[in-house]
């Protein structure tokens, strides 16, 4: 994993003081290249600038103590590859609020990454080398040519699809463990073939192999994380769901309720028509109006979430207009409408509730039926800038572990009944379309 340099420039005296400089701490610059690539998008910590600045510093200054103290010889260098790691992974817990597990996964990460990079660019600098003996530079030119577009495919393959990605299942345990091993074992061995290694056909058969082997690594470390982010949605996605089916027993009693009381109260108005104003017992009236919560759609589980939350609108200062088809919906669970329709409203009600201006605080919401398919529409106003991914926009929301995950649970409920979902914002409003094929 480290750089053999004089091979790379030559020996003349020109490149003397360059040699001597990438002999020290070449290694060092390309491992925090591909270390960046993985924890750039992690939260940072307070003078992040000032932090990353000495921590460069103190890193190679201890690169450069070294070479001037240590002895050659190929355990020597095995330790500076580990005295380095150490110090990378130090580095990125000073500049990176990541636990230990997660420096060191992230460490783990780009030293397979780095050592790719190192093996692919030197396998095919040697190769043209052979092809110009004579050309001493040929060696430099292509492997600085090399490195920038590889570390670049480094990245698009492996560390991008990692960002916003939590490795909390990953970091921890035997997977951890065995990961790092891994590493530490292939740069051990790699380290001894160098020293007791030889032959150009040897050396070219080693390379494709070390490399193959850091490439089946970064793969297979993506599609752990990958695996376990799936895991970790889908458990939260269930859970959600359960919990409101939960909700959905919950409010239908306490719409009942509301609707038993509301109706005992105007009963008991109309017997005091002619004991007190009719102007005070329209008041009344209308003021109780505002609790009759009966939502008529078509749908007994509709009527029961649209009660709800027409009475929290009407708290909150929202108006909720809807024309609704709730006959359409009578293909789909009790606790699949109340979770599609429940996040599809609460996203909107909680976009709103935040807008100052008076004639901006709307939701509108229609459910109909269209050529063989049920298609709800929903739309709102929103304030602030919104960024998408997978064709849904991310939460803004602190902990975005346990939050974005409504639109989430509406899509696999779209897909589980064979429909489909999309999102759209455009001039300030907000807009969800939910299409799904009607059962015959």
Not at 329 to 352: C, H, Q, R, W
């Amino acid at each position: 994993m480290m750089h053999d340099t004089a091979a790379l420039f030559g020996t003349g005296d020109v490149w003397a003081p360059l040699v001597g400089f990438f002999n020290t701490v070449g290694f060092l610059l390309e491992l925090v290249t591909a270390l960046v690539m993985f924890v750039w998008p992690l939260e940072r910590r307070p003078r992040f600038v000032w932090r990353a600045a000495a921590a460069m510093l103190v890193m190679m200054a201890v690169c450069m103590v070294w070479d001037s103290l240590a002895s050659e010889g190929t355990w020597w260098l095995i330790a500076r590859c580990f005295l380095i790691y150490a110090m990378c992974c130090a580095a990125s817990r000073v500049c990176w609020r990541i636990s230990f597990a997660q420096a060191l996964f992230y460490m783990a990460a780009a030293a397979a990454l780095q050592h790719a990079v190192y093996r692919g660019a030197r396998v095919l600098s040697t190769r043209l080398h052979m092809v110009w003996e004579d050309a001493a530079w040929i060696d430099t030119i292509v492997y600085a040519a090399l490195v920038v577009p590889l570390f670049a495919l480094g990245y698009w393959l492996f560390a991008r699809p990692l960002a916003g990605k939590s490795i909390e299942g990953v970091a921890s345990g035997r997977m951890l463990l065995l990961f790092t091993g891994m590493a530490i074992c292939l740069n051990i061995f790699t380290n001894l073939y160098h020293h007791y290694g030889s032959g150009s056909v040897a050396f070219t058969i080693f390379s494709l192999f070390d490399l193959l082997t850091c490439v089946f690594m970064l793969m297979l470390l993506r599609e752990i994380v990958e695996h376990e982010n799936a895991e970790r949605d889908g458990a939260m996605l269930r859970q959600l769901m359960n919990q409101q089916k939960a909700k959905l027993d919950s409010d239908k009693a306490t719409i009942d309720l509301i609707n038993v009381k509301t109706h005992d109260l105007k009963r008991q108005l109309n017997l005091l028509e002619n004991r007190i104003p009719q102007e005070e017992i329209d008041d009344l009236k209308s003021l109780a109006g505002i609790y009759d919560a009966t939502v008529r759609t078509g749908n007994e589980t509709l009527d029961v979430l649209l009660s709800n939350r027409s009475l929290v609108c009407e708290q909150r200062g929202i108006q909720f207009d809807r024309i609704i088809d709730g006959e359409r919906l009578e293909f789909m669970k009790p606790g699949d409408i109340y979770s599609l329709f429940g996040n599809a409203v609460d996203n909107a009600m909680e976009a709103v509730e935040h807008i100052v201006d008076d004639d901006r605080r709307w939701i509108r919401m229609t459910v109909r039926a269209n050529k063989g398919m049920v298609v709800m529409h929903i739309e709102n106003p929103y304030d602030g800038a919104l960024t998408f991914r997978d064709g849904l926009p991310q939460t803004v929301k602190a902990d975005k572990h346990y939050h974005g995950f409504g639109l989430k649970s509406m899509r696999m409920v779209a897909e589980q009944y064979g429909g489909a979902l999309s999102v759209k914002a455009d001039e300030g409003i907000f807009a969800v379309n939910v299409v799904l094929p009607i059962e015959r």
